[in-house]
């Protein structure tokens, strides 16, 4: 079973960056695309980013292009995101997990607030 917990996140004035990580326990972490989500108040959950089992290829929601880059280390089981010129529109909880189909057990999430 997959474990994935994200860490990173906080409080942030507009126009600040935060880096998330989602640790990944298990063995197939590597062959996998991999993608965070976010999900604000009264909303669903969105798609957020994208990448690769190789990290040579990476998707993002189009109204975040240029401010967001997902990355990974295979070799740590670790995904990462990072995110710059942050708006209170980015305030979510933020997620990671399997693309396309997600594995069935989400992480706990972590927590970004935007505002000053």
């Known amino acids: 079973q997959v474990q994935l917990v994200e860490s990173g996140g906080g409080l942030v004035q507009p126009g600040g960056s935060l880096r998330l990580s989602c640790a990944a326990s298990?063995?197939?972490?590597?062959?996998?695309?991999m993608g965070w989500y976010r999900q604000a108040p009264g909303k669903q959950r969105e798609f957020v980013a994208s990448?690769?089992?190789?990290?040579?290829?990476?998707t993002y929601a189009d109204s975040l292009k240029g401010r967001f880059t997902i990355s990974r280390d295979n070799a740590k089981n670790t995904l990462y995101l990072q995110m710059n010129s942050l708006t209170p529109e980015d305030t979510a909880v933020y997620y990671c997990?399997?693309?396309?189909?997600?594995?069935?057990?989400w992480g706990q999430g972590t927590q970004v607030t935007v505002s000053s």
């Open positions: 990448i690769s089992s190789s990290g040579g290829v990476t």
């Open positions: 997990n399997r693309r396309p189909i997600p594995y069935p057990d």
């Open positions: 298990g063995r197939f972490f590597s062959i996998n695309t």
